[in-house]
């Protein structure tokens, strides 16, 4: 038995009445296959008898063996799922069944999804994160915070006082409190200028609302500390599932000169320059080649047998691979992990959805094109099949 781990679940609706599912069974499944759902090989399930009390007569394999429970499935307009109970073993692969419930996906599959022969192509050069960084909760690796101490040393030039921490949950100052909730900058040009203490635009805090009428003291003491001008930068991270978290920030702050807004601008790309640095150090290449077992313009099932790959893929919420056509340059796509399986050889299955491309143009379009040829000569299998059960 295949022991499935959906992290995508479909959005389903319900069958009122066994009359119903019955009815979908005869009109849309006559020609069409249906399958055993959690078995490792797949195996296809034909309904041989519609029986009065409302019970089915089913076939499969010979070598399957059932629980006492069976959900099969199938594709055709939209997914839909049947849990049925054994009610009697009537012999290797036949059995008859009571109808408990069914479902049907509110949407239909975007895209027409089909089996690859071995060799026609492959998975490879896989990029995965050696760890998660769950910056929402502020927990920060020590791979990372060595990043970040590395950064400050590297760019400890840029101004008289330059420093790369971490904003923490319980973080108590007020500007930087404001800087992470908001992922605003803050910049004060000259210390001793009320005015300053402005935001120049939204995209800045006004120290001079968040202070209101201790705004004076606040000048007064960054006066006295012998300080000429502020800023500091947040460093917005975005994580595998696409939200922004503002996790730390990098302070310049000079004694001797007023800095400018060019100053702001460079501390700003370095920002960027930074969170590119921790993912380069969270990320891994396996350039191993893995079985697609079938595949669609919007997503793909992989076969992981490399011990590496699959400890490190089983942490990702997505990851970065290459799908190399057989006599086609290779294509660089993002899958999101939408399901997750092990088979009785211990390898993992992997269902995912192309939620992106890389940066190389035309990418995506370049893959359509390769695709298209192959689902037209699917079509032609699949309609030479159906006419072949019809006859």
Do not use: W
Request: charged residues 30%.
């Amino acid at each position: 038995m295949l022991k499935t781990e959906q992290r995508k679940a479909r959005t389903f609706n319900s069958f009122e009445t066994v009359a119903d599912v019955i009815r979908i069974l005869r009109d849309q499944f006559s020609t069409r296959k249906l399958y055993i759902k959690y078995d490792v090989d797949k195996h296809e399930v034909m309904i041989n008898e519609y029986n009065q009390d409302n019970t089915l007569m089913i076939v499969t394999d010979p070598n399957y063996r059932s629980d006492g429970n069976i959900i099969i499935y199938g594709l055709s307009d939209k997914y839909i799922e049947v849990d049925l109970e054994v009610i009697q073993d009537m012999g290797p692969g036949y059995y008859k069944c009571r109808i408990r419930s069914a479902r049907r996906a509110t949407e239909g599959r975007r895209d027409l999804r089909f089996k690859l022969v071995q060799g026609e192509a492959v998975a490879t050069n896989f990029r995965v994160s050696k760890h998660t960084i769950d910056l929402s909760k502020f927990n920060i690796p020590t791979s990372i915070k060595v990043v970040l101490d590395q950064f400050q040393s590297v760019n400890s030039r840029f101004a008289d006082q330059f420093k790369v921490d971490v904003l923490n949950m319980d973080i108590r100052d007020a500007v930087l409190k404001n800087i992470k909730n908001t992922g605003k900058s803050l910049f004060i040009q000259d210390v001793s200028d009320p005015e300053s203490y402005r935001a120049m635009t939204d995209d800045f805090v006004d120290i001079a609302s968040l202070y209101g009428n201790d705004l004076e003291k606040l000048v007064k003491k960054n006066i006295e500390k012998g300080l000429k001008s502020i800023i500091i930068v947040p460093v917005i991270y975005i994580t595998e599932d696409q939200n922004s978290v503002t996790f730390a920030y990098i302070q310049a702050v000079s004694k001797t000169s007023m800095m400018g807004i060019d100053k702001v601008i460079d501390l700003k790309d370095m920002s960027f320059k930074l969170v590119d640095r921790i993912r380069d150090a969270n990320t891994m290449l396996i350039p191993v080649h893995q079985q697609i077992s079938d595949i669609s313009r919007g997503g793909a099932k992989l076969r992981i047998t490399d011990p590496d790959l699959r400890k490190y893929i089983q942490k990702s919420r997505g990851f970065i691979f290459d799908i190399v056509f057989k006599l086609q340059a290779p294509l660089t796509i993002y899958g999101e992990i939408k399901s997750t399986s092990v088979d009785h050889e211990g390898n993992l299955l992997i269902g995912v959805d192309f939620e992106g491309n890389s940066s190389r143009k035309d990418e995506m379009k370049r893959f359509y094109g390769v695709l298209k040829p192959m689902e037209t000569e699917y079509k032609a299998r699949l309609m030479k099949s159906m006419k072949a059960r019809k006859a």
